[in-house]
């Protein structure tokens, strides 16, 4: 595969990475990279350790062996503090069980680049936590309760998070499951745009097919713990492929108009 | 912890303001209410005197106001300060745990600090009747110091059991501070029985009080307090990205394990060193930080001053009530936050928590 990004920088490398719990293996021996200014998909069946790739990335899972670099460097050379300046995280679902107003959790973002030897620190009124806001239009809901949002809203609110911290690395875990086909739109639309303008690198779990085949630029497709086809998203969306994945029948048709597959079961 | 609806929160820098200036009057209040009674210009013009140093002032004192300073400068103030410094500590430690823990039940004591420091003080209490004491330690207050000794110790076991490869969990450090809790309260029962006429002497100890506070503690306290309460409070935005959960906190670069590590070693060594000099007083560690909570909103950057100032406030006016209401009798100051806290506390929970 010859495309014109493997000419790019590399931003994010994984070699041999196998990631799981204790002595379970849950991917193994993984070899992927990601690029600033793509947009990556990761596709698989339930339990295949998409969830859990996410976090060995940002290290809240240690990884089992292999090695990882960002920008060049080891990543568990990395801080606690410079990774989250580096790498943020969308996560599926949270309970937040304190009445945070909509405009501290933003702040938190800010967090990895205010902390210093005297503790977190968090700055409410700062430019960027506006910017967050702006971006993500939330910026009329920024007084109000995050335990009084709806489930669309407070996914905009931690996205709104996620980009106060600056990261050039994006995760995202299934950021749109629970919402309605409007809010997930949105969500991922505002992704896609900071992915072109500003050059960020993404990388979503996806549960939903068609959502994948509209927003990502490039794709890895995880089965049986490894990374069983990846590549753009034109060249992996195809009936064989699918059908091995999920071990269903599948039509792929494109829909005149938008330029990208979609997948429609047949059942 | 149930959510607070569209609350409208206080100002906090208000808030505080107007704390500090009820705790000036109760402070003051304080002193001037007692067995002795003492016009309120003589204990005025001590306080003024002690905080503006006219020491000249002194030896124009006649009879009546020699008493008053007497009285006010050696016994009620340093008692009324200890009471500040203990209410103080034990309302920010509570809003510590509350957060580490992300327990709205949990209270300074949840970790089985005070059952340590109630074990270590019925053994001092207990001792002279079965040993005789070394000559250097006749004399000298240890209850206290026994006190301290036997917090640390419970303290170290609770971190010992909970501990799992520097990593501590909130459910770990509440289980493994209930079973050490309830092991040294089997003892403390166990020493009741052989106690005999020290029998009386353990219990008001364990119920907790202020009476024979003296300068030097409040010196030792202070210090102690406050380094603690700073340490606290420079965390103070840890706690609240750790109220959103392990893994997002890690994700925002907060290093869970190690901070929780820290405030959970703090906060409980200035639980301990509060329960070593005035007993075990239940409530104010509780209810404190839930009032603020209600008040201010969940940020513990505000929440910890104002719980410092709203817990010393309280300790006061609870202890000045407990020396005061049933005349010469003292009742322990520990009933009187219990008797009070506890229907005042219903009160705003019926009003706040269930709109």
Not at chain 1, 223 to 252: N, W
Not at chain 2, 18 to 44: I, Q
Not at chain 2, 63 to 71: E, T
Not at chain 2, 203 to 224: E, H, R
Request: net charge neutral.
């Amino acid at each position: 595969m010859a495309s014109s990004h493997e000419n790019w920088d590399v931003l994010f490398e994984a070699n041999n990475l196998s990631c799981g719990y204790g002595t379970q293996v849950v991917l193994n021996k993984l070899n992927f990279k990601l690029w600033p200014g793509f947009f990556c998909g990761v596709l698989g069946p339930n339990g295949c350790g998409k969830s859990t790739l996410i976090n060995t990335i940002c290290r809240v899972n240690e990884p089992l062996s292999g090695s990882m670099k960002f920008a060049g460097r080891e990543l568990s050379m990395l801080s606690r503090q410079e990774l989250a300046t580096n790498i943020a995280v969308v996560p599926q679902e949270t309970h937040i069980a304190f009445p945070f107003k909509v405009r501290e959790v933003v702040a938190m973002g800010r967090n990895p680049h205010l902390t210093s030897f005297f503790g977190a620190g968090y700055d409410l009124k700062n430019e960027k936590v506006n910017r967050a806001l702006a971006a993500t239009g939330i910026a009329h809901l920024s007084e109000r309760d995050i335990t009084h949002l709806s489930g669309g809203e407070r996914q905009l609110v931690l996205l709104a998070r996620a980009l106060a911290q600056e990261p050039k690395l994006l995760l995202l875990d299934e950021p749109t499951s629970n919402l309605d086909i409007s809010h997930a739109v949105k969500i991922l639309s505002l992704v896609s745009a900071g992915v072109a303008q500003e050059k960020l690198a993404a990388l979503a779990v996806f549960h939903d097919l068609n959502l994948a085949c509209l927003f990502a630029d490039y794709l890895f497709l995880v089965k049986d713990g490894t990374i069983r086809y990846q590549g753009e998203t034109r060249e992996v969306i195809t009936e064989k492929i699918l059908t091995d994945l999920y071990e269903l029948p599948v039509k792929v048709y494109s829909p005149p108009g938008i330029g990208r597959p979609q997948v429609s079961v047949l059942v | 912890m149930k959510d607070l609806s569209q609350q409208r929160r206080i100002p906090a820098l208000f808030y505080c303001l107007m704390l500090m200036l009820l705790l000036f009057m109760t402070v003051v209040g304080a002193a001037t209410v007692g067995a002795a009674r003492l016009p309120l210009a003589s204990v005025w013009q001590v306080i003024v005197d002690l905080f503006w140093g006219s020491t000249d002032a002194v030896e124009t004192l006649d009879s009546v106001g020699a008493a008053a300073r007497m009285i006010v400068l050696e016994v009620r103030l340093p008692r009324i300060f200890t009471a500040l410094l203990v209410g103080a500590a034990l309302g920010v430690a509570g809003a510590v745990f509350q957060g580490l823990l992300l327990n709205p039940l949990a209270d300074p004591f949840t970790i089985g600090v005070s059952a340590g420091a109630a074990f270590g003080a019925t053994i001092a209490i207990l001792l002279p009747t079965f040993l005789v004491l070394p000559v250097f330690l006749s004399g000298v207050a240890i209850v206290p110091w026994f006190a301290f000794v036997g917090a640390l110790l419970s303290l170290a076991l609770v971190y010992f059991i909970a501990n799992n490869r520097g990593r501590v969990m909130p459910e770990s450090m509440i289980l493994a501070g209930v079973i050490v809790a309830s092991f040294l309260s089997a003892l403390i029962s166990f020493c009741k029985t052989i106690a005999g006429e020290k029998l009386v002497s353990v219990v008001f100890w364990i119920m907790g009080g202020f009476s024979g506070a003296l300068w030097s503690q409040v010196l030792l306290l202070l210090p102690y307090c406050v380094i603690c309460m700073l340490i606290l409070q420079a965390h103070a935005g840890d706690l609240n990205i750790m109220a959103m959960g392990d893994t997002t906190a890690l994700q925002l670069g907060v290093e869970v394990h190690k901070i929780r590590r820290r405030l959970l070693l703090v906060a409980a060594l200035m639980t301990a060193v509060a329960v070593s000099v005035s007993g075990v007083i239940g409530f104010v560690g509780l209810v404190v930080p839930h009032i603020n909570r209600i008040l201010l909103g969940p940020d513990h950057r505000r929440l910890l001053p104002a719980s410092g100032l709203l817990g010393g406030l309280v300790l006061v006016a609870a202890d000045t009530l407990a020396r005061t209401v049933a005349g010469a009798t003292e009742i322990p100051v520990g009933v009187v936050t219990a008797l009070l806290g506890a229907p005042f506390f219903c009160v705003i929970f019926k009003k706040k928590f269930h709109q």
